[in-house]
């Protein structure tokens, strides 16, 4: 079992940033990659930016440039620096880890305002 508990969502102005933070507990040994997925209102969830084991990282495409995903192995968090920030990006951003089989967080809301 994996245990994923996301926190750092609020509400911020266009072109401000955001860190949230993922802390992974349980099997975390059995973690082959984890990320961050977001979900907007009437979309299905996408993949934002993900970590393979070996640390190489994507990103999608919309947000490279302005997203970095980051760990710290020894706090077993993850991290998402959100920069440039856009109304767009406003969504439920989801923690995912693949282990034994894909594990989700309880999400936290990211909100852009214009």
């Known amino acids: 079992q994996v245990q994923l508990v996301e926190s750092g969502g609020g509400l911020v102005q266009a072109g401000g940033s955001l860190r949230l933070s993922c802390a992974a507990s349980?099997?975390?040994?059995?973690?082959?990659?984890i990320g961050w997925y977001r979900q907007a209102p009437g979309n299905g969830r996408e993949l934002v930016a993900l970590?393979?084991?070996?640390?190489?990282?994507n990103y999608a495409e919309s947000v490279k440039g302005r997203f970095t995903i980051s760990r710290d192995n020894a706090k077993n968090t993850v991290y998402l620096q959100m920069n440039s920030l856009k109304p767009e990006d406003t969504a439920v951003y989801y923690c995912g880890a693949v282990a034994t089989r894909l594990y989700w967080g309880q999400g936290t809301q990211v909100t852009v305002s214009s």
């Open positions: 970590i393979i084991s070996g640390g190489t990282t």
């Open positions: 349980g099997s975390i040994f059995s973690i082959k990659n």
